[in-house]
């Protein structure tokens, strides 16, 4: 089906979706769970031939690991849809409102945006989530997973529509938009049809989504994350996050990928948190001052202050003030989440005051910037652009608003 | 200059601005207006010879007098600096607040954009109004207005950037992109440097910028608004705020293009609004039916249901239900302002929930959809998009926000 019979479909699905009930909405996600499990096997048996054929065509095992759905995750993905079963409804939401001189009252509500198109890599249970989470929201999706994954997001997708049928809701509300590569760009061009577009995945594909669409672009971000330990920082607390936040889960965008050390410190931090990293399986690539104190260490690149890790790597620097910190993270901050360890209170104000970033954290691991720990119960993913949402992006940050404006005949 | 210069200086600016505090912000808004007069020889003399060059090239009346700088014009311009610094700073202000359970602290504050571009047709006025704007918002901004009011921007823009350093604030904060066209697309491409967009202008540079800029545009749009006088309305109400939402001011967005009756009530309606609207100098695009009932209005074609007339010119149809008021209106609406005339609740009701625009009106004029009449003091425009802000644009619209998330040494 081409892009125009698609957006058309979910146009007339999103109108239902905009004046739905909140209890028919989490009936529907309930029975979107429902048919995910009565669908388990030929779901299960729709992945084990993308999983088949991936490896077939050489796809590395950290990839495979991604396409792959267990029973356990299919499981999950029924679990999060009754989750948002449980989450407030962000529709109809008044923002804001007041009552004008003349008698006029305004109300800022919360609307949907309307149709939301999300374009993702391989992670199948991205189909499950996002289609949940614009349901709950009251858009309609147009899904457009990887190719790799395509066998298993038509059994997934299937699923999820004899879900919404059988909640009474138009099953176009989430639709999977196949074809080849075209129909990528046909999709990021479909201004007009489709409100919004939501790219998951790494660094090149939210590159070209945001080159390529007249479409708007929620940006859901990478994450080059620094830990700054000030002079005034508690060194235990310094090295307890760190280790948090760079091993505890090392593929996510909220890890730590640099620790900038303040120079009057240097020797005493590193000389715990060398061991401790090690232990932990993590290489450190420093600087020369770093590695005259961390003589595992290997010599830092200039792309190594640049990279994502993604992993049990962790680049280092020895900076001389909270300036120079300030300085470093200016150049190579992709504006996720920066951190300073410190007890001194100037330098904490400094930090959160000039650090240009969706979320800026004092003391503590920046693991915790996340949707789930903000309390949001969901997340589409993290924002880093400054348009709309920025950080953790929850129900709420999935709608747009309207002005309700009622009067008794004023004119002006 | 180029636009890497430009943008670098304007995101060095932008950096002082984000920290200054609001009584330095003020005392500058307050300077520029000095300076802005104290100027008024040379941007006269410098507009006049760019109103002469423009005539000399054949430019319609109606676009010379939107070039024109009255002194009462320049006086506004200064009078509206002043009033930016009497308003409420958005920067700082705390939009949500929480503690997570282990005692993590989140806060999520207003902080400026960072460097906002404006791109805007002849109006010379926008050159001040938008640079007070952001200035207010604690954002450097990068205008490019029309080559047509060069030499008049120039002269606005020294002057503006001379109130900014006697108030010590970096005079990069305003800056003018000069330059053959080519400026423009560097300007709509300068991602990185530029942190958000807005177009100012008629439906043909909107389109040009979404269609072009890979950096994230707000959308200031087209109004094609409607007016529908349901079968339960009190027809003197509709006839009243349909003059004034036609006539009040014809050239703006929030004017009423498009008046829908209900079959029946239009015999009644028209009896008495026809001759009003005829005496205010409107003239009526009509229907077959509503011809039949308004003798002297003219048969209407498709497109002046779609037009944005702007002008003494109104589109009517007479529609069978308020189903059909809302097919049309879905069909035609650009999603600015749509008003409903009506005593009937559940009409009412309906239009709130199933009309998809920035502003929906119960029984008041689309007139008071403005940043004006909704108290935020200052508008940059009024949003038709969906992302970050819809309807009026205030001082809290120019902002970004970032969370800030406090802990004593917390880890996940």
């Known amino acids: 089906m081409d892009i125009t019979t698609l957006g058309t479909r979910a146009q007339a699905a999103s109108r239902v979706l905009a004046t739905a009930t909140t209890a028919q909405k989490n009936e529907a996600l309930n029975a979107m769970a429902d048919e995910l499990l009565a669908a388990s096997a030929a779901i299960g048996e729709a992945n084990a031939q993308d999983v088949s054929a991936a490896r077939d065509a050489g796809t590395a095992e950290s990839l495979l690991d991604r396409l792959t759905l267990t029973e356990t995750r299919l499981q999950g993905m029924a679990d999060g849809l009754r989750a948002l079963a449980d ?105 007009g049809l489709v409100d919004v577009l939501i790219p998951r995945g790494g660094a090149g594909l939210i590159q070209t989504v945001v080159e390529n669409s007249t479409v708007p672009v929620i940006e859901t971000g990478t994450g080059n994350c620094h830990l700054y330990v000030d002079s005034a920082a508690d060194l235990d607390m310094a090295t307890t996050i760190l280790l948090n936040a760079k091993t505890d889960r090392p593929s996510v965008c909220n890890t730590a990928e640099t620790v900038l050390v303040h120079a009057d410190v240097a020797a005493q931090f590193w000389a715990r948190a060398a061991s401790e990293l090690a232990a932990a399986g993590v290489t450190v690539h420093a600087d020369e001052r770093t590695r005259a104190l961390v003589p595992d260490a290997v010599a830092a690149t200039e792309d190594d202050f640049v990279a994502e890790w993604l992993s049990l790597d962790l680049s280092a620097k020895v900076v001389d003030d909270i300036d120079s910190a300030l300085e470093h993270v200016r150049q190579y901050s992709t504006g996720h989440s920066e951190t300073i360890v410190t007890h001194d209170l100037v330098a904490s104000e400094r930090w959160c005051a000039e650090v240009d970033a969706a979320a800026v954290l004092v003391n503590a691991s920046s693991r915790f910037v996340d949707g789930g720990e903000f309390g949001f119960g969901a997340e589409i993913g993290i924002s880093t652009q400054k348009l709309h949402a920025r950080g953790p992006m929850g129900l709420a940050e999935m709608t747009s608003t309207k002005y309700l404006v009622v009067g008794s005949g004023q004119i002006r």
Not at 123 to 140: E, F, Q, W, Y
Request: aromatic share 2%; proline share 6%.
């Open 87 to 191: 989450l407030a409804d962000p529709v109809g939401q008044i923002v804001r409102g007041w009552v004008n001189p003349n008698g006029v009252a305004v109300r800022q509500i919360r609307v949907p945006f309307g149709v939301i198109g999300i374009i993702y890599e391989a992670r199948p249970n991205v189909t499950a989530d996002a289609g949940g989470i614009c349901l709950k929201s009251g858009n309609a999706c147009l899904l457009r997973g990887s190719s790799s994954a395509l066998r298993t997001n038509r059994q997934t997708i299937t699923a999820l529509r004899a879900g919404l049928e059988k909640a009474g809701l138009p099953a176009d509300a989430v639709q999977l938009v196949e074809g080849p590569r075209e129909a990528t760009h046909e999709l990021m061009t479909a201004r």
